[in-house]
């Protein structure tokens, strides 16, 4: 995974503890910049039926 190209959102600006996230073909990682050693793997369809639910608010109680 050293490989990967990892990106965070804009949002986290210069912040060193974040959520960051790659791809490598069908597969897409996530790991937290202040522990990169630990990546959860996921697919791109499971990824995007999870943010297609998050943009819709279900996970929005997470955050309050």
Known sequence: MEQLNWQKSTISGENTDCVEIASDGEYVYIRES??????????????????Q????????????
């Open 34 to 51: 202040d522990d990169p050693a630990i990546a959860i793997t996921t697919t791109k369809a499971k990824l995007s039926a999870w943010l």
């Open 53 to 64: 639910g998050a943009k819709a608010g279900e996970f929005d109680h997470f955050t309050a």
